[in-house]
């Protein structure tokens, strides 16, 4: 029974370094940028090489060596990209890799042949792919022109984003206890309740979120390490494909990633960088500063529907609270287009209309909620 197993992994194995074989051959066949159809060339010697393992596994323990024709996923994959271009499935593929990095762990045959790492780097190389299929993509050229504000874009969106969901969350909790009939004190309180426990929600979400995000770069940069101390030469290799992905001439690829493997610590810096997109400085920021940003952000945005019960009660209370924050909401709507590039006016009204929709609905509900419970 355990031959049999073996069998049927050894053969599970040679079938998927095949598929992908002939799928890197569909590739390199479709692709019109020499250097590029190159890569897939480099690629394929790889997968080669591992369906050779297994099929000397197979032979060693006198199992046949099955005959592999691609599926109609490799075929569907080659027939898009020869009528296509690569870049058409280039993102299903990099997904396909990404998980393909994983079939290996725990078979220890093949993690003493390194299969694991190079599966990893082809999944890594094809992200890259992902963006230099086509030459340098709209946003690369952004980037180099200056026209578009990307830097400090995601910073931006997560900021007007926190204010936004403190914002709407607690006015339509306020909202909703108000058309209940609750007096203005406990509306008051219940918002600020809202403010306090949403805030600390979001707070300690975004720490397990950055702190989770920081342990696993590590574990990439340890796994990095490692393996640039094994094989530098594979490291070097894979370097020079990530360049060669990027435009840069074969022979100036191979020359820069030479320079760099050569020094161990600038290795590792540029690895984590242009390989895993991580910053070993930074490690994807400070948790503490996150949770804390977050907190602050959507303190701010929950305060906005809350204050004006400090100053007004009934009535009059509710329309203050529906000015601010339609106010709020008009303001963070604007914001917004700083990186969408939209009209300020037409998506600051379009987020009041939405925020004082769900505003509207909670106070409805609340008001049934409140009748049938005192009726």
């Not at 074969?250 to 690895?271: G, V, Y």
């Not at 939209?342 to 009748?371: C, D, Y």
Request: with cysteine; aromatic share 8%.
């Amino acid at each position: 029974m355990g031959l049999s197993k073996e069998i049927k992994r050894y053969q599970r194995n040679f079938k998927a370094e095949q598929q992908a074989i002939r799928l890197y051959q569909y590739l390199a066949a479709a692709e019109p940028h020499p250097d590029l159809a190159a890569v897939y060339q480099k690629l394929i010697v790889t997968e080669e090489k591992h369906a050779g393992f297994w099929a000397n596994k197979l032979r060693e323990i006198g199992a046949r060596v099955p005959a592999v024709k691609p599926d109609w996923r490799t075929r569907s994959y080659g027939w898009l990209a020869a009528k296509m271009g690569p870049a058409f499935v280039m993102p299903s593929i990099a997904s396909l890799e990404k998980n393909a990095a994983s079939e290996y762990r725990g078979q220890t045959d093949a993690e003493s042949a390194n299969m694991p790492a190079d599966e990893r780097s082809h999944a890594r190389i094809f992200q890259m792919l992902t963006k230099t299929s086509q030459g340098l993509s709209g946003s690369d050229l952004a980037h180099f022109e200056g026209r578009h504000p990307a830097t400090g874009g995601n910073e931006l969106r997560a900021a007007v984003l926190g204010a936004n969901d403190g914002l709407v969350s607690v006015f339509s909790l306020v909202m909703g206890v108000a058309g209940a009939g609750v007096n203005s004190r406990n509306i008051l309180i219940t918002g600020l309740s809202g403010l306090l426990a949403g805030a600390l929600s979001m707070a300690l979400g975004e720490w397990l979120s950055v702190q989770s995000s920081r342990e696993l770069y590590q574990h990439q940069l340890e796994i990095e390490e490692q393996e640039l101390r094994e094989t530098p030469q594979e490291e070097q290799e894979e370097l020079t494909l990530i360049y060669q992905a990027k435009g840069i001439d074969p022979l100036a690829a191979r020359n820069l990633a030479e320079r760099l493997i050569s020094d161990r610590a600038t290795a590792l810096n540029t690895l984590a960088r242009e390989e895993l997109g991580i910053d070993p400085d930074q490690l994807g920021g400070s948790p503490w500063v996150a949770a804390v940003t977050s907190f602050l952000l959507f303190a701010v945005g929950a305060f906005i529907p809350v204050f004006p019960y400090l100053f007004f009660t009934g009535v009059s209370g509710i329309i203050a609270s529906s000015i601010c924050s339609g106010i709020g909401l008009f303001i963070i709507g604007a914001v917004i287009t700083l990186i969408t590039g939209k009209n300020p006016i037409v998506s600051g009204l379009r987020q009041v209309l939405f925020g004082l929709a769900t505003a509207v609905v909670t106070f409805g509900i609340g008001r049934l909620v409140g009748v049938n419970l005192g009726g």
